[in-house]
């Protein structure tokens, strides 16, 4: 599909989508949970399709409505002999370590830009505790279980997903107190998101600074019928809030201002760059203004890295965006697919070690960008479009399903003109 956006002026207000990031994760706990869920405001994006689909092939029996999905689960009694993560980096890294609780042989299969990514820390970890593997680096790959909860100590440099799996795993099968040295821990603040749905199931798990995880069977309890609403999602709004930023005023209800998701960080961006926001009960609110150069880390956030691109692209003078090293293994390789983006805008840039410095332009140029099958380039892209100075063409722009399918929607809702074909 491509889209075309015309640049103009934004104005309106749009209620942000659940958050797939906590909706996976509610899925994943609610699997392993003995009893009942039920889970009110859940998304319904590709990955977390395929996040409700693997818990089903894993035991969970599921009834939806309209409203709500209500999940009835004994723990992890494989109905398959194979778990299919669609395009989903998290559903793979959070449910391989969920699935070796089975000692059941599993297949973990993939499809598109999943097959490509590597699945850092499976090959070095998992036999150490028990559970046996064939395949590479990269999926498909079979496992087979039952995983055995040890104390270990593993490298999370390359991302926080793994990590949470085995959180969750742990919080299953620990039979005594155990725990997890980490070394150079990235994107802590999704971590914070699964000790909390842990926590809301009755299984709390503390950390020594992030260093060393520990897993204590004798706190856990079973609360019963657990009831989750799922928060709105601060990746999605931050396209919204920064649209509004650069060409004209979008209100996002539903945004948890105390939520612990790492991209909520677009907030303190907006401000130093000088955007106008209002923060009210149940809405923010962010206007155009004269904005200015920013310097932000994203090394905990990497997700936003394609969003602030554009916002920096529209900001008065040179803005340095740190963390380069989180982009290569994403759906698409975005250090490559964002300089692509910016240098059909016409922005200047230049990468430094680990830094991207943009430096800002009064228009950014009618073009066509590529999204390379990568959702977050599709959106990044839609927002710049709004400051071109003709329209923008984006191609394989239904890559939007993978986690926002409303969003052209919405920005049509807000008076832009977008054209799909």
């Not at 709500?68 to 299919?84: H, K, R, Y």
């Not at 005594?176 to 909390?196: M, R």
């Not at 692209?313 to 982009?327: D, F, H, K, M, Q």
Request: with cysteine; glycine share 8%; aromatic share 6%.
């Amino acid at each position: 599909m491509q889209a075309t956006i015309s640049p103009g002026y934004i104005s309106g207000t749009v209620t942000a989508p659940p958050s797939k990031s906590v909706t996976q994760r509610v899925l994943a706990a609610a699997l392993l949970h003995n009893g009942k869920t039920v889970i009110r405001h859940a998304g319904r994006s590709d990955d977390e399709l395929a996040a409700l689909q693997i818990i089903q092939q894993l035991g969970a029996r599921v009834t939806q409505t309209e409203e709500t999905i209500e999940i009835t689960s004994t723990g992890v009694v494989p109905v398959s002999g194979s778990i299919n993560c669609g395009e989903s980096g998290l559903s793979a890294r959070l449910f391989t370590p969920i699935a070796a609780l089975s000692g059941r042989e599993i297949r973990i299969e993939a499809t598109g830009s999943l097959l490509k990514r590597p699945m850092h820390g499976f090959k070095d970890v998992l036999p150490l505790l028990g559970v046996s593997m064939t395949g590479s680096e990269h999926l498909p790959m079979t496992i087979q279980g039952p995983l055995q909860a040890q104390s270990i100590s593993i490298n999370a440099e390359s991302g926080s997903q793994f990590l949470s799996g085995l959180l969750f795993a742990y919080s299953s099968s620990a039979k005594e107190s155990v725990s997890i040295k980490v070394a150079g821990l990235k994107s802590k603040p999704y971590i914070d998101l699964t000790l909390e749905v842990l926590k809301s199931f009755g299984r709390p798990i503390s950390h020594d600074h992030y260093k060393e995880f520990y897993i204590d069977p004798s706190l856990f309890t079973n609360p019963g019928i657990v009831e989750v609403c799922v928060e709105a999602d601060w990746s999605s709004a931050v396209y919204l809030l920064v649209a509004g930023a650069i060409a004209g005023s979008v209100t996002v209800k539903n945004l948890n201002i105390n939520s612990k998701q790492a991209d909520k960080a677009i907030l303190a961006v907006l401000q130093n760059a000088g955007a106008g926001i209002t923060v009210e009960q149940d809405a923010i609110t962010v206007k155009q203004a004269r904005l200015q150069a920013f310097e932000f880390d994203a090394t905990h956030c990497p997700d936003l890295f394609p969003v602030l691109a554009i916002l920096a692209a529209c900001c008065e003078g040179e803005s340095y965006i740190t963390g380069v090293n989180r982009l290569f293994h994403k759906e698409s390789n975005r250090a490559e697919s964002i300089s692509e983006m910016l240098e059909n805008f016409a922005v200047p840039f230049s990468l430094e070690d680990d830094s991207l410095c943009i430096t800002g332009v009064r228009k950014l140029q009618g073009t066509v960008i590529d999204a390379y099958h990568d959702h977050r380039i599709a959106m990044a892209a839609a927002v710049g479009a709004l400051r071109a100075g003709s329209p923008v063409d984006i191609k394989h722009a239904e890559a939007i399903s993978k986690s926002y399918p409303a969003f052209y929607n919405d920005l049509i809702s807000c008076g832009v003109k977008c054209n799909l074909a």
